[in-house]
């Protein structure tokens, strides 16, 4: 058929018959109580055994459940089953165990309904649950807020503890620009307002040194200092004439021992600041033993600002103190150069300056003008000297502008 063109007979399709449906087995839990095999007919009779069940759901010869039974059946445990509860010999009623036993599997047509046609059961929150989350929640959430607004009061107290401490201390360690009496007010107002025709009069002398009037006018607001003030105000610190500052009862065997040399000493030593000349201050310390003191104090002059040097012998460095906040290495070089050049004219022998540091310090009171320069050095001389915190500002500079115009005409 196929070379003479004739049509194929069509080809039927048979589907393969449909498989068996699966076997389902459910199974019926009887409930286990203490003597669920025993039935009671009286007090004065003993227990009798529960009926067997029907044929119909009886279990087959051979099955899981009859080797069960007969392995129980052979414990020793089997033999209270039979016995009277009343016994002694028997044991308490928690104690029994009754056999397990398990429904027999069925056919379809006699279980009424199978597992897989149980409809699904709908999902129903309880409220009681729901409410008792929230209610955690929120007390969850109020704890969390009680505990952060407790942390903020802690760290609050401790915030207002630290400034009080901090302020506490400020006004401790604070300035107290000096109080002179009334009667040494009068005499500054007079001096600072002295006309000038009397300015060429002298008003002051001590240890070979005079002041005239134009000398004091220079402790004027806005005015610089000169040699003549900053000599004169040297002398009275050599001397032990501390001022105002310290007070009668001040105790002043516990200062330091110092030697500061006048404005002289550094253009001499340094030829102008430009070349060293150890020669030209040689004598200068001749009755003094400068290698004994706990520190040396210089006053430097560059041209138009004034800056103090400190060869602190106590804590081994060379100190430079500059209210502009500059630096000067060359100084400090120098003085570095000095200190050797004097140990080996005084004693003869060489010192071991490889420990030594050169300091600059910059948290020091600083100037907020271009005259109050003179002031500060004499101050930072003044406080070294006495080894004195530097506590004062730009702001006390009137106040110690007048309080040193009683001191340089008082001597004291």
């Not at 201390?169 to 009496?181: F, I, M, N, T």
Request: with cysteine; net charge positive; hydrophobic share 30%.
């Amino acid at each position: 058929w196929c070379t003479g063109g004739e049509t194929p007979p069509p080809v039927r399709y048979t589907p393969p018959p449909p498989p068996p449906p699966p076997t389902v087995h459910s199974y019926r839990t009887v409930t286990r109580r203490p003597f669920a095999l025993f039935q009671p007919t009286n007090s004065t009779t003993s227990p009798q055994p529960l009926e067997r069940p029907s044929p119909l759901h009886s279990p087959p010869k051979s099955s899981p459940f009859r080797s069960a039974m007969s392995s129980y059946e052979a414990s020793p445990s089997s033999r209270y089953l039979h016995s009277d509860p009343r016994s002694p010999a028997a044991p308490p009623a928690s104690t029994r165990i009754a056999p397990p036993y398990t429904s027999p599997a069925r056919s379809e047509a006699q279980r009424p309904f199978s597992v897989s046609t149980i409809p699904p059961i709908p999902f129903v929150p309880d409220t009681r649950i729901l409410d008792y989350e929230d209610k955690v929640k929120n007390l969850r959430i109020a704890s969390d807020k009680h505990r952060r607004d407790f942390l903020d009061r802690m760290n609050e107290i401790k915030l207002k503890k630290k400034q009080e401490e901090e302020e506490a201390r400020r006004q401790k360690e604070r300035y107290q620009a000096p109080l002179l009496p009334d009667t040494a007010l009068a005499l500054v107002t007079e001096v600072l307002g002295a006309s000038r025709g009397s300015q060429a009069k002298v008003v002051s002398s001590a240890y070979d040194l005079e002041l005239t009037g134009a000398d004091m006018s220079l402790l004027r607001d806005r005015q610089w200092l000169n040699d003549e003030v900053i000599n004169f105000y040297v002398a009275l610190m050599q001397n032990k004439r501390w001022g105002q500052l310290d007070g009668p009862d001040a105790d002043t065997s516990t200062y330091p021992r110092t030697h500061i040399f006048n404005t002289h000493f550094y253009p001499l030593l340094t030829t102008k600041g430009t070349k060293y000349d150890y020669a030209r201050v040689r004598r200068w310390t001749i009755k003094i033993d400068l290698l004994s003191m706990d520190q040396v104090i210089i006053p430097v002059h560059l041209g138009n600002h004034w800056c103090l040097s400190v060869i602190n012998l106590r804590e081994k460095r060379f100190e430079y103190y500059d209210s502009l906040g500059g630096d000067n290495a060359k100084c400090l070089a120098y003085l570095r150069q000095y200190l050797q050049d004097e140990s080996k004219n005084k004693r003869g022998q060489e010192l071991d300056l490889s420990d030594w540091a050169d300091c600059t310090p910059k948290d020091i009171p600083m100037q907020q003008n271009g005259y109050d320069c003179g002031v500060f050095m004499c101050q930072y001389a003044s406080h070294k000297a006495r080894a004195l915190p530097f506590k004062f500002s730009q702001k006390h500079m009137p106040d110690i502008r007048r309080a040193m115009v009683w001191e340089l005409m008082k001597q004291k």
